[in-house]
């Protein structure tokens, strides 16, 4: 599976990004995703996630009611709104995904990564 993520750039606070993370190589419907991100010095950190079907989401606490996760099988392409972004959600944004039908927010679940995209949220 290749995944492709786009969408980052620089915003201002409270400001809007949408990223999406492009798929092939294996039927898209049959994965599940997520978004991480890592800013400098830290950890790669769970964002979202999101079912196969779409059915059940995954939210972090910092990003829940602003950051929403979504997919369209069809276009075998995942989603992720991020509305009223902070500073603090300056980072790279990474898509994952794996098989299986559960719902999957650890790092190591995933199997598959993009290349990663920017987000700097200026103040």
């Known amino acids: 599976v290749q995944l492709q993520a786009s969408g980052g750039g620089l915003v201002q606070a409270g400001g809007s990004l949408r990223l999406s993370c492009a798929a092939s190589?294996?039927?898209?419907?049959?994965?599940?995703v997520g978004w991480f991100r890592q800013a400098p010095g830290k950890e790669r950190e769970s964002v979202a996630s999101?079912?196969?079907?779409?059915?059940?989401?995954y939210y972090a606490d910092s990003v829940k009611g602003r950051f929403t996760i979504s997919r369209d099988n069809a276009k075998n392409t995942g989603y992720l709104q991020m509305n009223s972004l902070k500073p603090e959600d300056t980072a790279v944004y990474y898509c994952?995904?794996?098989?299986?039908?559960?719902?999957?927010?650890?790092?190591?679940?995933?199997?598959?990564w993009g290349q990663g995209t920017q987000v700097t949220v200026s103040s």
């Open positions: 994952a995904a794996r098989p299986g039908t559960g719902i999957y927010y650890r790092r190591d679940a995933y199997d598959y």
């Open positions: 999101i079912k196969w079907s779409g059915s059940s989401t």
């Open positions: 190589g294996r039927t898209f419907s049959s994965l599940a």
